[in-house]
């Protein structure tokens, strides 16, 4: 088993349940629920059909309890944060069950009582930082507002307490950052002023939606511990969404797994980790990297196929058809119901087979693939500056100042190698990244290209073939896909300008192909990118990323090769 699944076996001492200490608090709390969700069915509307996204999900979070909601994109987690908040939007609906906070139906609540109770009791980080930040107001301002609005503060004690807060998920230089707007940040700072914001009320409830996403690690370990001693101090409840399982061991009392819109196993922390009993979590620990094992040797196992549309859905078990245990005629013959595991406390499976199925087997080994070796160079970087002049505007603005983002940066990229850009947030990796890509300018040094210097030629002015050689997937998916356009259309566009194809129908086929590289249902191609769950409109941003790379493979027609216009003859085209 320790080998099989890189957290099973002991629990560290510093998770929530590994000392005696925790353990006893968890003893001493109330049976009240401060959060119960029972048989919460949620569905969006569209036009042509009703879309059930959560079906008759159940969980609880006591007083001073952190629940870990975990699964894949799309399983239903973020519905589930919306339905507590009561934010589902125009097309979204409650059509089932109900959701009670301290006893009262969330439900049955007045918009008042709602927003009397949001931001105050019930705070919630999403997933997108720059979706809860007001670009025109300063970050100060901001953060000031909710202690004013909720607690009655006055402006001297609301500034008090934002610098605080801002020190304590630490932030660099709290003065600035108070008067700086949030486009004056990187992703990761802009991300620990929301978190910052949210514990501002010190609320009851906290919902994290994959608050550390674009956190670096030495502060995402400062965030969760600032999380853990809130929920000590002040006795704050937890529902953490997150994909990151380690995350959810050091942070989280108790785990609950997800899977097409419900729960498929829960429980606590130790039972679901070192004896979990659902197929999908095994699966979903056998898609962890181990800790210093060779990728080439043992690649990850990831599980095949991709999950059930929400109309679409089989029938009994909805992993059925992904799960290496399925019985036909047995598995598909009737709706699974959740059981209760023996011996455990609150530990639940929704899987008819748990009794039989060997857990403590052995991973068998995945195919192996030999390491590829290096090949020529592609990107070379020497030397390379990028500063920014601040401030001395000519009209009273003080003597120019300079901030160095990238100084003296040089390093190599050869074929057939992936190359890490590693660091803290506000280092400087996206600001390379832009004057790679050319939406930034080099202030000095070089950029090659192959054997063309691209330092000084911005994306404007590179042509066709240069675009499509260097692509980027962005940090934030929500602001690099057109909302007004389907996902499919997004995806062609590219293949049209980076002239893809014979056809509209050659190339939509090749916008399918890259849905499947994906691991996205074809189906998405019509969806807008609102319908999206946020790591799959990430997944749309890597397979229009691709879009570009077919015209240079090893099975492009000798033809194609007579009439590529590339410029840089030393490339196979």
């Known amino acids: 088993m320790a080998d099989a699944y890189p957290f099973s076996s002991s629990l560290p001492a510093s998770s929530p349940i590994g000392t005696m200490e925790s353990a ?85 609540m007045t918009p008042a009582e709602l927003r009397k109770i949001r931001g105050s009791e019930i705070a919630m980080i999403y997933q997108e930082p720059m979706a809860s930040l007001n670009p025109a107001l300063t970050v100060g ?15 001297e004690e609301a500034r008090a307490r934002a610098l605080e807060v801002v020190r304590d998920v630490r932030l660099p230089d709290p003065e600035r950052i108070l008067r700086s707007y949030p486009h004056q940040l990187s992703g990761g700072q802009q991300q620990r002023i929301v978190i910052a914001m949210a514990l501002m009320a010190r609320p009851s409830l906290l919902i994290l939606d994959e608050p550390t996403t674009a956190l670096d690690v030495t502060v995402e370990a400062a965030v969760v511990q600032l999380v853990k001693d809130l929920g ?21 009392d108790r785990i609950c797994v997800m899977y097409s819109g419900e729960a498929v196993e829960r429980g606590s922390i130790v039972d679901v980790f070192d004896k979990m009993r659902h197929p999908y979590t095994q699966a979903l620990f056998r898609s962890i990297p181990l800790p210093g094992a060779d990728k ?140 790679l890509m050319g939406l930034e300018t080099a202030t000095s040094g070089n950029i090659m290209l192959f054997d063309e210097n691209i330092q000084n030629t911005p994306i404007e002015k590179r042509n066709t073939d240069m675009v499509s050689s260097v692509q980027m997937v962005f940090q934030n998916p929500f602001d690099t896909l057109n909302p007004s356009m389907t996902v499919g259309r997004q995806i062609i566009r590219a293949l049209e300008v980076f002239h893809v194809g014979n056809s509209d129908a050659d190339r939509r086929q090749r916008m399918l192909e890259l849905l499947d590289l994906v691991k996205l249902p074809r189906a998405f191609a019509d969806r807008m990118p609102r319908q999206l769950s946020g790591g799959q409109k990430q997944r749309v941003g890597i397979a229009r990323a691709f879009a570009g790379g077919r015209r240079w493979s090893s099975r492009t027609s000798r033809s194609r090769r007579s009439t590529c216009r590339c410029r840089r003859r030393s490339r196979t085209c």
């Open 296 to 435: 080439n040797m043992r690649p990850l196992k990831s599980i095949p196929g991709n999950f059930p549309l929400p109309h679409e859905r089989p029938p009994g078990c909805n992993f059925g058809p992904r799960c290496d245990y399925f019985q036909k005629g047995r598995c598909d013959a009737q709706e699974i119901p959740m059981f209760g595991v023996e011996g455990d406390l609150r530990h639940d499976t929704r899987c008819l087979r748990f009794q039989e199925i060997d857990w403590g087997a052995p991973l068998q080994a995945s195919e192996t693939k030999e390491k590829v070796e290096p090949g020529r160079v592609v990107l070379r970087m020497e030397d390379l500056r990028k500063y920014y002049e601040v401030g001395g505007s000519g009209l009273g603005g003080g003597p120019a100042k300079v901030v160095k983002a990238n100084e003296t940066l040089s390093f190599e990229a050869r074929e057939g190698e992936t190359l890490a850009i590693v660091g803290e947030s506000g280092c400087g990796k996206s600001t390379f990244a832009k004057v």
């Open 24 to 108: 006893m608090a968890l003893l001493d709390r109330p049976a009240a629920p401060i959060l119960e969700i029972e048989d919460l069915s949620i569905s969006f509307f569209t036009r042509t059909r009703e879309i059930p996204a959560v079906m008759s999900f159940s969980c609880s979070v006591m007083p001073g309890e952190a629940v870990g909601l975990v699964g894949e994109s799309g399983c239903g987690k973020s519905t589930v944060a919306l339905g507590v908040m009561q934010d589902l939007g125009v097309n979204g609906r409650i059509v089932g069950g109900r959701v009670l906070f301290k006893g009262r139906d969330l439900a049955k």
């Open 232 to 252: 000590r101090k002040y006795g704050t409840s937890m529902l953490f969404i997150s994909h990151n399982l380690g995350l959810v061991l050091e942070t989280c």
């Open 141 to 155: 301002r901001q953060l000031m507002e909710v202690p004013m609005i909720h607690q009655g503060a006055s402006a």
